[in-house]
């Protein structure tokens, strides 16, 4: 297997992986934790607005502009939730939908007349983990390194406002990575699968099933040629629907 497994691409994709995974397990039991299940969803595509408007208006695709575009855009949607949660916090999730499908329909408008507007879309949606490299990984190490250190160590200090901050920033470096979908289900399933679990061992077995599922997702990805956001998504799935059953058969052993 390893002779049909070019591992200088695999290996960049699978630490790029687990490097979305060592923020967004603890960060997505937070979102479950706090019912607002859908709020990376409407960051992401915020981000990814603010990506395309940069591209609209002819910014360098991979300069420091079409960043600070994305991490703007992220930003002032947490501030604008983290003050509609403290107004009207029962309809809080509404609202994050609302966003959301405001943020998507916005970059449809946006790209509608740039013939490359489909690819965008799609890159937006299933990202190009497999495009990763070691040296457009240290920045994303680097600043998740310092998100992991807020969040563990600061994040009573700073509240909730904290928390959609640190979201926010954590959500525009991932989704250039792994895009919306992929994004949402790395929050997402290990945090379910793991929710009945005590704290310590929910975050060590969140993280588990996430690695095992990216790389059993990114090497069929390369042995059969398949989209690798796509089949990443089935088999954090798969893996957590297993590790869930096996967990819950274990409580009532």
Do not use: C
Not at 88 to 111: H, R, V
Not at 212 to 222: C, D, P, Q, R, T
């Amino acid at each position: 297997m390893t002779e049909l497994i070019d591992w200088t691409i695999v290996g960049p994709a699978l630490a790029a992986g687990l490097l979305i995974l060592s923020t967004h397990v603890p960060l997505g039991q937070e979102v479950l934790k706090r019912g607002i299940i859908f709020i990376d969803l409407a960051i992401a595509q915020v981000a990814g607005l603010g990506v395309i408007a940069a591209h609209s208006m002819d910014w360098d695709p991979n300069g420091f502009e079409v960043e600070m575009a994305a991490v703007s855009a992220a930003l002032l949607a947490a501030l604008g939730l983290h003050w509609t949660e403290k107004r009207w916090p029962k309809t809080q999730e509404p609202l994050i939908g609302i966003l959301f499908i405001l943020a998507a329909t916005g970059g449809i408008l946006l790209l509608a007349g740039n013939p490359h507007g489909s690819e965008h879309l799609k890159d937006l949606l299933v990202g190009q983990i497999l495009w990763s490299t070691w040296e457009s990984l240290a920045p994303v190490a680097a600043l998740y390194v310092v998100m992991l250190a807020i969040w563990f160590f600061l994040r009573n200090r700073f509240g909730t406002l904290g928390f959609y901050i640190t979201f926010a920033i954590v959500v525009t470096a991932s989704v250039q990575i792994v895009g919306i979908y992929l994004l949402f289900a790395s929050l997402i399933i290990p945090a379910l699968a793991t929710s009945n679990l005590r704290k310590g061992n929910r975050l060590l077995i969140g993280y588990l099933i996430g690695a095992l599922a990216y790389f059993v997702g990114i090497v069929l990805s390369s042995l059969l040629d398949l989209p690798t956001g796509a089949i990443i998504v089935w088999s954090l799935a798969a893996i957590a629907l297993i590790a869930g059953f096996a967990l819950s058969e274990k409580r009532k052993a």
